[in-house]
């Protein structure tokens, strides 16, 4: 089966660190983009930034509000994307989706807080 | 960035009958290579998002064909032909064409 598994979330201090993987199953997810979008308790969807497909050199490109302290990165050995989380904010909590190619799969969610 | 502005934020629709959702974009959403990146997305309590329609009228496999997309430049609209209790939920539109991709506020159909 296809999908996309999240994990990697919980709780944070502000200022502190988190890295969230973004699992492939049944597909190789190097020859595909990767988007990382979050929702907030009660709110919309807000795109957080993007990884282009291995033959795009795994290009990036993010919100202004991330820029700087998010990163995503790729493991081709582990089929996964992460997105790396550095000076978390407590605006930064949400709900965060992985998705792959123009939104066609997404994962499952994995929660996000920052909270002292 | 562009804005997407959706309406209506809630709709109440009785089962069996149409419903329509508005997306305006604040910029238009024709690519250089003249594709329009529109697509929609549904979102059941509790569930991630899946995507219903992309390039403005296209509709992913599996989707349901009361399901429908239509517009162009700035102005597009997701309609259902007859609403069922399946389709309860949020409904967001999205632009891909220009950086960075933003998304409508939301629209929440509900059963009357």
């Known amino acids: 089966e296809v999908q996309l598994l999240e994990s990697g979330g919980g709780l944070v201090q502000p200022g502190g660190s988190l890295k969230l993987s973004c699992a492939a199953s049944?597909?190789?997810?190097?020859?595909?983009?990767v988007h990382w979008v979050r929702q907030a308790s009660g709110k919309g969807l807000e795109w957080v930034g993007r990884s282009r497909s291995k033959a795009n050199n795994y290009a990036t490109a993010y919100i202004a509000s991330v820029k700087g302290r998010f990163t995503i990165f790729r493991d081709d050995s582990k089929n996964t994307a992460y997105l790396q989380m550095d000076s978390l904010k407590i605006e930064d909590t949400a709900v965060y989706y992985c998705?792959?190619?123009?939104?066609?799969?997404w994962g499952q969610g994995t929660q996000v807080t920052v909270s002292s | 960035d562009v804005v997407m502005t959706q309406s209506p934020i809630s709709l109440p629709v009785t089962l069996g009958q149409p419903a329509s959702i508005s997306c305006r974009s604040s910029q238009s959403l024709v690519y250089s290579d003249g594709n329009t990146y529109l697509y929609w997305f549904q979102q059941r309590p509790g569930q991630s998002p899946r995507r219903l329609i992309y390039?403005?009228?296209n509709r992913d496999s599996g989707v349901p064909d009361r399901f429908s997309g239509s517009g162009s430049g700035t102005d597009f609209t997701l309609k259902i032909s007859r609403v069922e209790a399946e389709d309860v939920g949020l409904y967001y539109c999205?632009?891909?064409?220009?950086?960075?991709?933003?998304f409508g506020g939301g629209t929440k159909v509900e059963i009357k």
């Open positions: 390039r403005v009228s």
């Open positions: 049944g597909f190789i997810l190097s020859g595909s983009g």
């Open positions: 999205m632009q891909g064409t220009h950086w960075p991709l933003t």
């Open positions: 998705s792959l190619g123009w939104f066609d799969l």
